[in-house]
């Protein structure tokens, strides 16, 4: 059976019709002669930098942060037609591949509208992407150019001078211009390169149009608009080919999810523009005259990490209605929350959890609190600024109590969206009104989705009461495939009575009401010694909300008959455990006394919320690095990378699975 969507078109699918705008620079341009002089870009001003020292002994850099400096959609329009006319001179040809390397930042969308005048092809690349996947990426292309932001450029020459050898056709960089001011050093371009910064190519392009040599190509809608590469959780990262076709289809679907006000929204963008939900989210607010405001994960809030003492982060500056987030963000902020009524006594935490479940009783009833919300949770709410309406949750599962709790707390729907890079980020969303939690949502508009049996893993459609299956996403925002690899793309991608559909290798079911529910992945599940299958992401996302867990990797060894976890501990729960002894926090996480106390709340947690004793971790790994996207060990999008997990701990995860 195939689910299909029940919504209505929205103004932004009867405009794209209307005017027939099948392509991405076709809606760019359509919202330039639109809107004209309204702002469409905001980006804070850089002060100054300071050095800071930390209760930790050590020094960090810190912006001092003004205003944010909107520009016009004129401007925007005008500087990317005069960036692509520049390509051209530089000697790009229409319809090339170019890299982009860069942070999220207006001179990214400014670059992109450029390119995409002249049916030139954007390879989009993680910034926090290692040297071989960087390689991988440039050469797998053949690009000749690449653009980059100015923090990401001297990883980018060092990758070129070590591998030149493997990037022959790399002959132009072009660098974006540092926000605070700072210089490139042209002595270190690498030889042999044409380096270029963002404002030159630009006034390369600012002439008289009668007297460009290479006119302006715009671009089909069966044309690549990005070659989009995965960040790599399970390996070498592979090219999803998206063209504007797709993007097109998916932004039409995507703008059903909430009601927007052009006039009063604001966006705060600080999701990677290499993922395509950001993408997507910034394209629809350009094309509805929404107003997006700049950010960086470093800067999101006061109390982000450049954010310099006494200066407001970007979030109190703008107060955006409208944001996206990824679980990992929300999971902090409803650590904080809870560790932060914690520290005032138990009876603020009591009085806390107690007006928690209060506002879920009433809203849960139709009803809401307008005094709690202004007094208990206005000071919640004002961390992210205090006017945001609607949050879409993507890129990983969200848990249901992170879920819950946030939206009662921050006083606003917490929308938990359902999509892949190969769907074009688009295949369902929660509906704002809806109060049940731990599902993925109804099918979006014009995306169909269906359950096909995966007998290995036990689940088929004839399932009672609810049928189950592995998700199958058909629509027109369906990927083109992946890039030189056709075997990938004939096992993933698949037509069937003239649509095009993808395989995505997670379990689903459907509740009563057509709302999808992702109950397993098949890559995920392990099955044990004695016969019993584990998912992975199952155990993870209970036990990663326990108080003593910072972050977690379950890993199970086929040949034995239970699960260990590999952790990196909350280090003042895990000083809590023993609080009299004067070992340090690394000689405690390798106590074995420790460790036990750490399996028991692990254990207690987990049969509370609803896992088997099979599905918990016998025994634990507790290390004190971090995971970060700069080491590799999980994705731009906080998604653990388990494979580069389990190589850097495999002496230490047996050492785990022989102790006594």
Same mark, same amino acid.
Request: hydrophobic residues 35%; contains cysteine; aromatic residues 8%.
């Given at each position: 059976?195939?689910?299909?969507?029940?919504?209505?078109?929205?103004?932004?699918?009867?405009?794209?019709?209307?005017?027939?705008?099948?392509?991405?620079?076709?809606?760019?341009?359509?919202?330039?002669?639109?809107?004209?002089?309204?702002?469409?870009?905001?980006?804070?001003?850089?002060?100054?930098?300071?050095?800071?020292?930390?209760?930790?002994?050590?020094?960090?850099?810190?912006?001092?942060?003004?205003?944010?400096?909107?520009?016009?959609?004129?401007?925007?329009?005008?500087?990317?037609?005069?960036?692509?006319?520049?390509?051209?001179?530089?000697?790009?040809?229409?319809?090339?591949?170019?890299?982009?390397?860069?942070?999220?930042?207006?001179?990214?969308?400014?670059?992109?509208?450029?390119?995409?005048?002249?049916?030139?092809?954007?390879?989009?690349?993680?910034?926090?992407?290692?040297?071989?996947?960087?390689?991988?990426?440039?050469?797998?292309?053949?690009?000749?150019?690449?653009?980059?932001?100015?923090?990401?450029?001297?990883?980018?020459?060092?990758?070129?001078?070590?591998?030149?050898?493997?990037?022959?056709?790399?002959?132009?960089?072009?660098?974006?211009?540092?926000?605070?001011?700072?210089?490139?050093?042209?002595?270190?371009?690498?030889?042999?390169?044409?380096?270029?910064?963002?404002?030159?190519?630009?006034?390369?392009?600012?002439?008289?149009?009668?007297?460009?040599?290479?006119?302006?190509?715009?671009?089909?809608?069966?044309?690549?608009?990005?070659?989009?590469?995965?960040?790599?959780?399970?390996?070498?990262?592979?090219?999803?080919?998206?063209?504007?076709?797709?993007?097109?289809?998916?932004?039409?679907?995507?703008?059903?999810?909430?009601?927007?006000?052009?006039?009063?929204? *604001?966006? +705060?963008? =600080?999701?990677?523009?290499?993922? &395509?939900?950001? @993408? !997507?989210?910034?394209?629809?607010? /350009?094309?509805?005259?929404?107003?997006?405001?700049?950010?960086?994960?470093?800067?999101?809030?006061?109390?982000?990490?450049?954010?310099?003492?006494?200066?407001?982060?970007?979030?109190?500056?703008?107060?955006?209605?409208?944001?996206?987030?990824?679980?990992?963000?929300?999971?902090?902020?409803?650590?904080?929350?809870?560790?932060?009524?914690?520290?005032?006594?138990?009876?603020?935490?009591?009085?806390?959890?107690?007006?928690?479940?209060?506002?879920?009783?009433?809203?849960?009833?139709?009803?809401?609190?307008?005094?709690?919300?202004?007094?208990?949770? *206005?000071? +919640?709410? =004002?961390?992210?600024?205090?006017? &945001?309406?609607? @949050? !879409?949750?993507?890129?990983?599962? /969200?848990?249901?109590?992170?879920?819950?709790?946030?939206?009662?707390?921050?006083?606003?729907?917490?929308?938990?969206?359902?999509?892949?890079?190969?769907?074009?980020?688009?295949?369902?969303?929660?509906?704002?009104?809806?109060?049940?939690?731990?599902?993925?949502?109804?099918?979006?508009?014009?995306?169909?989705?269906?359950?096909?049996?995966?007998?290995?893993?036990?689940?088929?459609?004839?399932?009672?009461?609810?049928?189950?299956?592995?998700?199958?996403?058909?629509?027109?925002?369906?990927?083109?495939?992946?890039?030189?690899?056709?075997?990938?793309?004939?096992?993933?991608? =698949?037509?069937?009575?003239?649509?095009?559909?993808?395989?995505?290798?997670?379990?689903?079911?459907?509740?009563?009401?057509?709302?999808?529910?992702?109950?397993?992945?098949?890559?995920?599940?392990?099955?044990?010694?004695?016969?019993?299958?584990?998912?992975?992401?199952?155990?993870?996302?209970?036990?990663?909300?326990?108080?003593?867990?910072?972050?977690?990797?379950?890993?199970?060894?086929?040949?034995?008959?239970?699960?260990?976890?590999?952790?990196?501990?909350?280090?003042?729960?895990?000083?809590?455990?023993?609080?009299?002894?004067?070992?340090?926090?690394?000689?405690?996480?390798?106590?074995?006394?420790?460790?036990?106390?750490?399996?028991?709340?692990?254990?207690?947690?987990?049969?509370?919320?609803?896992?088997?004793?099979?599905?918990?971790?016998?025994?634990?790994?507790?290390?004190?690095?971090?995971?970060?996207?700069?080491?590799?060990?999980?994705?731009?999008?906080?998604?653990?990378?388990?494979?580069?997990?389990?190589?850097?701990?495999?002496?230490?995860?047996?050492?785990?699975?022989?102790?006594?």
């Amino acid at each position: 059976m195939v689910y299909h969507s029940v919504v209505q078109p929205s103004a932004v699918n009867r405009d794209i019709r209307r005017y027939n705008l099948n392509t991405m620079e076709k809606v760019f341009s359509h919202s330039v002669g639109k809107f004209n002089e309204r702002q469409s870009m905001g980006t804070r001003q850089i002060l100054g930098e300071t050095k800071e020292v930390q209760t930790d002994g050590r020094v960090h850099s810190k912006y001092d942060l003004g205003d944010y400096q909107w520009r016009s959609y004129r401007d925007f329009g005008d500087q990317a037609e005069m960036f692509g006319r520049g390509l051209r001179e530089l000697g790009i040809d229409a319809k090339e591949r170019v890299v982009m390397l860069s942070e999220t930042r207006a001179d990214w969308m400014i670059a992109a509208y450029g390119c995409f005048q002249h049916s030139m092809t954007i390879v989009t690349l993680y910034t926090n992407l290692g040297d071989d996947g960087l390689v991988h990426g440039i050469s797998e292309t053949e690009v000749s150019t690449v653009i980059s932001s100015y923090e990401t450029h001297g990883k980018l020459f060092q990758v070129i001078n070590k591998y030149r050898d493997q990037l022959p056709n790399v002959k132009n960089v072009i660098i974006f211009e540092d926000l605070a001011g700072k210089e490139v050093d042209k002595r270190k371009v690498p030889e042999g390169i044409q380096c270029s910064m963002m404002k030159d190519v630009i006034a390369m392009g600012d002439v008289n149009v009668s007297t460009v040599t290479r006119k302006s190509v715009p671009p089909c809608p069966e044309d690549i608009a990005i070659i989009m590469y995965t960040s790599g959780s399970t390996g070498k990262p592979k090219g999803v080919m998206l063209s504007h076709h797709n993007l097109l289809s998916a932004m039409g679907a995507l703008c059903n999810i909430t009601e927007f006000r052009p006039e009063s929204d *604001r966006y +705060i963008a =600080y999701l990677p523009l290499a993922h &395509v939900l950001e @993408l !997507l989210a910034e394209s629809s607010c /350009l094309f509805y005259g929404i107003k997006i405001g700049y950010s960086s994960s470093l800067t999101l809030t006061s109390k982000s990490t450049k954010v310099k003492r006494g200066c407001k982060g970007d979030s109190d500056v703008l107060r955006p209605t409208l944001m996206c987030a990824v679980p990992l963000v929300l999971e902090r902020i409803y650590k904080t929350m809870v560790e932060t009524m914690r520290l005032k006594g138990w009876f603020v935490e009591e009085l806390f959890h107690y007006m928690v479940q209060y506002k879920m009783k009433w809203q849960d009833r139709g009803f809401d609190t307008p005094i709690l919300n202004k007094t208990l949770f *206005r000071r +919640i709410r =004002y961390f992210l600024g205090g006017r &945001v309406r609607a @949050l !879409l949750s993507g890129g990983a599962p /969200l848990s249901p109590d992170t879920q819950s709790l946030c939206r009662t707390c921050l006083s606003m729907p917490v929308m938990q969206g359902y999509g892949l890079t190969e769907t074009a980020s688009c295949a369902t969303v929660t509906s704002a009104r809806d109060r049940t939690t731990g599902r993925a949502g109804a099918p979006l508009l014009n995306t169909d989705i269906k359950l096909v049996n995966w007998e290995d893993g036990n689940y088929r459609v004839t399932d009672k009461p609810t049928p189950r299956g592995e998700i199958h996403v058909g629509g027109d925002n369906v990927a083109v495939g992946y890039f030189k690899n056709e075997e990938e793309t004939k096992e993933n991608f =698949y037509e069937e009575n003239g649509r095009r559909w993808f395989r995505t290798g997670d379990i689903g079911t459907f509740d009563s009401d057509g709302v999808l529910r992702i109950v397993d992945r098949k890559k995920d599940l392990v099955k044990l010694q004695a016969g019993e299958y584990i998912s992975y992401g199952r155990t993870e996302s209970i036990l990663k909300t326990a108080p003593i867990v910072d972050n977690i990797c379950a890993y199970a060894d086929p040949t034995r008959d239970f699960i260990i976890a590999i952790i990196i501990p909350d280090k003042n729960k895990l000083r809590s455990i023993n609080p009299e002894s004067e070992a340090t926090v690394a000689e405690m996480a390798c106590d074995p006394e420790v460790k036990a106390a750490v399996v028991a709340q692990l254990k207690d947690y987990g049969l509370k919320n609803g896992l088997k004793n099979f599905e918990l971790p016998a025994r634990v790994l507790l290390v004190l690095d971090e995971w970060t996207p700069d080491n590799g060990l999980v994705t731009a999008a906080f998604k653990i990378r388990r494979k580069f997990i389990y190589d850097e701990y495999r002496s230490l995860i047996d050492q785990t699975y022989n102790e006594i």
